[in-house]
Nanobody
Framework: QVHLAESGGGLVQAGGSLRLSCAAS????????IGWFRQAPGKEREFVVA????????YYAASVSGRFAISRDNAKNTVYLQMNSLKPDDTAVYYC?????????????????WGQGTQVTVSS
């Protein structure tokens, strides 16, 4: 069993930055894919970015490409999401998820474990 805990959310003005963390525990996730998803009020959850912890390969949603960056610290079993040039449309609960199948995917169904989420609010 893998447990994921997100942190780092908060309130930020448009144009600002935040860094989210996703800490994994329970078992090593060195050969997993970690994805970030988000859900805005009244909308379906959507894919943000995914990274293979094996190859380092990444896949970004078009809406965040060039503004967000995913990175990892294997020693800490933690994945980060650096979010820059934030917009009000980025307001959402952000979730990290783990995929043990090794698929760098934007599809929720490929992910086996989910965190509880962290709220990000971007004011205009």
């Amino acid at each position: 069993q893998v447990h994921l805990a997100e942190s780092g959310g908060g309130l930020v003005q448009a144009g600002g930055s935040l860094r989210l963390s996703c800490a994994a525990s329970g078992r090593t996730v060195d050969n997993y894919v970690i994805g970030w998803f988000r859900q805005a009020p009244g909308k379906e959850r959507e894919f943000v970015v995914a990274m293979s912890l094996t190859s380092g390969g990444t896949y970004y949603a078009a809406s965040v490409s060039g503004r967000f960056a995913i990175s990892r610290d294997n020693a800490k079993n933690t994945v980060y999401l650096q979010m820059n040039s934030l917009k009000p449309d980025d307001t959402a609960v952000y979730y990290c998820a783990a995929n043990q199948g090794g698929i760098v995917s934007g599809q929720e169904g490929h992910y086996d474990y989910w965190g509880q989420g962290t709220q990000v609010t971007v004011s205009s």
